[in-house]
């Protein structure tokens, strides 16, 4: 059935635009002191012969989306091809619908394809999947934000059977253990309206923070922002942190839970989380770190509201039952977390919640979003260290999807200059005051970018497809 809201693609330009962090960032066994983030402009037109433009962003974040010994500037170059090759493809793509439709139809049909000719043109390491759905994020996004504009309706607006041709049975197929059926579902049925208009902000405590005075080594930036850990919750108000461990040291990541736990029991601190780092082979790793705080720091134990992905990326490949973990803490699938085929298959092993990140596709996110909601599985939206347009798909995400406890966000941690431009119109979004973040400013049709009014100078394109 075709309505007079459905888009197709008329012209895309790529961007790509470097930022460096002011401090440094691990992932894994990896540390990201500067990222690239590719954006994009989606021109559409809608059956009223109506014509708009739309706009994503995501940070190529090289060490988190393909953790590998290939070096760092071999794995970037190859993103930002990939990027120049979707662009191509987006703009030939010939799927006419609403965003949600075409983007999942490109996301079964083409991407897989275009992977694969990526991976085989080469001697050397296969492109991830991961890799893939985040540069493929950022022409999703845009066309998302596209499909709003052009049809003068917030994006989150449309995710109904006023502007879908197909219900949820046509995308998701529930898991045969219940009686869940998505016939006559859409998206709109799974999200919250209205959404909140200021959501409470996790902060990032990576494995290279300083957390004391005197780790000071020299290499603390001397520009106005804080550096230790009890600087940033004193000058944010913070109540909610995300503790980076290792996932191959024990006795590190139990004095690190230990360390930052006594600091937000000192500060006013409520709510703690603990990313592994993918790193961790048997669930007996994490049980026992938590026993342990458990017994010796009961009141540590009760902070910690869940934990974030301490096995592998690859759950097809490393199928760990981890019940064992998710009854002593929630437990949230991230990186494994691909689509919603993936959270089945983590329900069945024994995850209970589910990460989401726009930069595996505004899509595939809502596409998680509504499985796991079906089947009861709590929600999270974590963060990419988004600067610039990135930040803003992901906390109306979160704002819509009804988290456990409102977004991880970490930009202004790492490049809060970086999105200086942004910050003139939305200030809330870029700074966190009382522990929180405020999307008041978020106006208008699309994602309420209001990209008029945001005084940034681009590059040249990379591109026109």
């Not at 005075?213 to 942190?241: F, K, N």
């Amino acid at each position: 059935m075709s309505l007079p809201t459905d888009i197709r693609i008329k012209s895309i330009r790529l961007y790509f635009l470097p930022v460096e962090t002011r401090v440094p960032l691990k992932f894994g066994t990896e540390t990201l002191t500067s990222v690239v983030c590719a954006r994009a402009c989606v021109e559409v037109e809608n059956r009223r012969g109506e014509c708009a433009e739309g706009w994503g962003e995501t940070p190529l974040n090289v060490q988190w989306v393909w953790p590998s010994a290939l070096p760092y500037d071999e794995r970037l170059e190859r993103l930002k091809a990939f990027c120049r090759v979707l662009a191509k493809a987006w703009s030939g793509f010939e799927s006419e619908g609403h965003a949600f439709e075409i983007g999942h139809d490109f996301i079964e049909h083409l991407l897989p394809e275009l992977l694969g000719r990526e991976s085989g043109a080469t001697e050397t390491e296969a492109m991830p999947l991961l890799a893939a759905l985040v540069c493929n994020s950022l022409f999703d996004i845009a066309l998302h934000d596209a499909y709003g504009v052009v049809n003068d309706i917030p994006t989150y607006g449309t995710y109904t059977g006023e502007y879908l041709s197909r219900d949820l049975s046509h995308f998701l197929e529930p898991a045969e253990d219940t009686s869940v059926s998505f016939a006559g579902l859409y998206p709109a049925d799974f999200l919250v309206f209205p959404p909140p208009a200021t959501l409470p902000a996790w902060h990032l405590v990576g494995g290279k923070d300083w957390i004391d005075a005197d780790e000071d080594d020299g290499s603390v930036p001397d520009d106005g922002y804080p550096v230790l850990l009890r600087d940033w919750i004193a000058r944010d108000g913070l109540e909610c942190l995300k503790i980076k461990l290792r996932g191959d040291d024990a006795a590190w990541d139990y004095a690190r839970l230990v360390e930052v736990g006594g600091i937000s029991l000192d500060t006013g601190v409520r709510w703690l989380t603990a990313d592994f780092n993918c790193t961790v082979t048997e669930p007996a790793y994490v049980n026992d770190i938590l026993d342990r705080l458990m017994r010796e720091h009961p009141d540590i134990f009760d902070m910690l509201l869940y934990v974030e992905q301490p096995f592998p990326y690859d759950l097809e490949a490393h199928r760990i039952d981890v019940h064992s973990v998710s009854a002593r803490k929630p437990l949230f699938m991230d990186e494994s977390a691909h689509d919603w085929r993936l959270v089945r298959l983590g329900r069945s092993l024994g995850w209970t919640g589910v990460a989401l990140k726009t930069c595996k596709t505004q899509t595939g996110a809502l596409l998680s979003l509504c499985w796991a909601r079906a089947h009861g599985m709590a929600l999270m939206v974590q963060d990419l260290t988004n600067p610039m347009l990135a930040q803003i798909p992901h906390v109306l995400l979160a704002a819509h999807a009804g988290t456990i406890m409102g977004v991880e966000t970490n930009g202004m941690q790492f490049y809060p200059d970086a999105s200086a431009p942004e910050a003139v119109v939305h200030p809330g979004l870029y700074t966190r005051r009382s522990g929180r973040l405020d999307l008041s400013t978020l106006k208008g049709n699309g994602f309420g970018y209001r990209i008029p009014e945001i005084e940034r100078t681009l590059p040249e394109p990379d591109g026109f497809a």
